[in-house]
């Protein structure tokens, strides 16, 4: 069983960044397409962005293209997202996920495997 654990959500102003981790154990994300998905308060969950298995291809959201970037390090078995111009529509829980098959993905996507989630808020 895959085990994924997301860290470096906090607040910050508008036009801040962060850089979101998820690290994995119980299997290497390099053999898998990871995900980041958000839940806005209110809102359902929404797909942000994947990097696919091996060198695949990387997805994003109209809503985040240009300003979010999704990285992984094999070595650390950990995906990144980074965030840059971050805006208070930003706002929200953000969960890793990682699956066999390759992005992107419905909102309502069944991921294989999921994290708890770190949240992020940015004020104005």
């Known amino acids: 069983q895959v085990h994924l654990v997301e860290s470096g959500g906090g607040f910050v102003q508008a036009g801040g960044s962060l850089r979101l981790s998820c690290t994995a154990s119980?299997?290497?994300?390099?053999?898998?397409?990871t995900a980041w998905f958000r839940q806005r308060p209110g809102k359902d969950r929404e797909f942000v962005a994947s990097?696919?298995?091996?060198?695949?291809?990387?997805y994003y959201t109209d809503s985040v293209k240009g300003r979010f970037s999704i990285s992984r390090d094999d070595d650390q078995n950990t995906v990144y997202l980074q965030m840059n111009s971050l805006l208070p529509e930003d706002t929200a829980v953000y969960y890793c996920?990682?699956?066999?098959?390759?992005?992107?993905?419905?909102?309502?996507?069944?991921?294989?495997?999921w994290g708890k989630g770190t949240q992020v808020t940015v004020s104005l």
């Open positions: 996920a990682a699956d066999l098959a390759g992005g992107p993905f419905p909102d309502d996507y069944g991921m294989d495997h």
């Open positions: 990097t696919s298995w091996g060198r695949g291809p990387t």
């Open positions: 119980g299997g290497a994300l390099s053999t898998f397409t």
